[in-house]
């Protein structure tokens, strides 16, 4: 049985993960958008809204994960909508792989976000069961 700081540690983690991709993404493709999106095998888009939306999102996720991390037996409802979002995410990083609009590197932050979901799922399944250390 794993305990209360692993866990801890784990949201932390997954906050920073989300903050450290979203925050250089989004300010890549506020000054350096050429670049940015080139990095990831994409054309720059005509209009960077959506691409923006999305990185707040991501960094406010990665808030939700650190709100988690500073008390792991609240917060859950953080936790279930993170899984649906990274679930979603990664799927959206195959098919933009299989429609060839960017490159392997998208899809290996959603591989990343993937491993978050099977460890967000394991903590649910054994919250009631973590100890306090």
Request: proline share 4%; aromatic share 16%; hydrophobic share 60%.
């Amino acid at each position: 049985m794993k305990n209360a700081r692993y866990y801890k540690i784990l949201f932390l983690v997954a906050g920073l993960w989300n903050l450290g991709a979203a925050i250089p993404c989004w300010l890549g493709g506020v000054f350096m958008p050429e670049v940015t999106f080139g990095l990831f095998g994409m054309p720059t888009p005509s209009s960077l809204f959506p691409f923006h939306a999305m990185f707040w999102f991501i960094m406010t996720f990665g808030i939700g994960y650190i709100i988690v991390s500073r008390d792991i037996y609240k917060n859950h409802g953080i936790i279930v909508i993170g899984i649906f979002g990274k679930i979603l995410f990664f799927i959206d990083c195959i098919i933009t792989l299989i429609l060839k609009e960017a490159n392997i590197i998208v899809v290996l932050t959603g591989v990343v976000d993937l491993i978050f979901v099977i460890l967000f799922i394991e903590f649910l399944l054994t919250s009631k069961k973590v100890t306090v250390t």
